[in-house]
């Protein structure tokens, strides 16, 4: 079972079986989308305000987190696919939001993690709350000392004894005033707990002491996180260039991976990142060109390094104006991964990278939006989150 939470604007669901969903999806993704599957609706208290964050089990079961609003007054709501229906749940205690939209990762139908922050100033407190059927709890979760801005806003949960986040907070260090760093916790079942995060820094002396927090002195942007055991998960992102670190259990470590050879280092990034084994992992993204145009950059870590995979040509309506970048990527099994592009530079045509276990290949993504992402649940169950 793949347990996967994926932060969008709009979650619509596809339910099928793998022999006629896997079939389809190998020779056209449209049609896979379009006549193979089926659409859930959208939560009724989606209408009108949005999708935060959604996870699924085998089922499927799904646990969706949104935004709407009264008037002016926002508020958060939770609801839960079983069923074939949409059923409305209390919204988590600890009303995450602000700062950080909510992120939640399920282990199984009746259990779930949901982190993020408070969303109240001054300081914007990290929250994790624990739902056990349609109960929730508020979890405490320690902080560093000195910090403000808290939010713990990635988190993959591999069962409801061991879950792992990481985020970021604000705090003075020393020759760093308001600055930002990189923070991970390990749950074990019972409590939260800090474990060790390298969080890259560029030396430089805090000389303006009214600046906003962390704004000259930020850390790496993590963007996306996949594990496939405790003792092994991958967080990807930029900071200089792409920026990737490696979980062993035990703690966090900076692993190199290489930004694109013809560029500056800063002009290459990651949005995305999954991991099929600790010897098979993806990592997406772009680099820069010229003002703002972009082209796909896609790695691949066989166990020992990150590579730079090879890509076809870029087709030629990219090839001038603001190109093609990627987003998240995710995988159904290791002959086909979808990386999705970001819809400010792909088109409705055009949208995705496809991988069928030896060559990428440009696809359309039919109804893909922000970063959708494909789940597979069992050997039998698989869903798309979009």
Known sequence: MKRHSVLCTLTVALACTAPMFLSPFMSSVTAAASTVTRTLPEPSLAI??????????????CVTLGWNHHGNSGYYWAARWHDQEWSNLPAP???????SAPTISCAS??????????GINPGNHPIADELIGSKWTSLAIPTPKGSTDFSLYKLECQSSTWCIAVGKYVANKRNYVDATFLTSEVWNGSTWRIVKIFSPRTYAHQIDPGMVAGGDHPTASPQQLSC??????????????????????????????????????????????TCLTSAICFATGGYAVSNGAWRPLI???????WKIVALPALPS????????????????????CVAFGDPGFSSANLNALKWNGR???????????AKPAILCLTNSKCVLVD
């Open 359 to 369: 060559t990428w290949a440009y696809v359309s993504i039919s109804g893909s939006r």
């Open 109 to 118: 139908s009746k259990w779930c993690m949901a982190t993020g922050s408070t």
């Open 93 to 99: 205690p600890g009303n995450p939001g602000g700062a």
């Open 48 to 61: 009108g305000g949005q999708v935060e964050s959604s996870s699924c089990v085998a089922g499927p079961v």
């Open 228 to 273: 496939v055991s405790k003792t092994f998960c991958v967080i990807t992102g930029f900071w200089n260039g792409v920026f990737v670190e490696q979980w062993n259990g035990h703690r966090w470590s900076e692993v190199t991976a290489p930004n694109y050879a013809w560029r500056p280092r800063g002009d290459s990034e990651f949005s995305g990142g």
């Open 317 to 336: 309506r990219f090839r001038h104006g603001t190109g093609f970048r990627l987003t998240q990527v995710d995988c159904v099994t290791s002959d086909l």
């Open 299 to 305: 790695e691949r870590w066989i166990g020992q390094k």
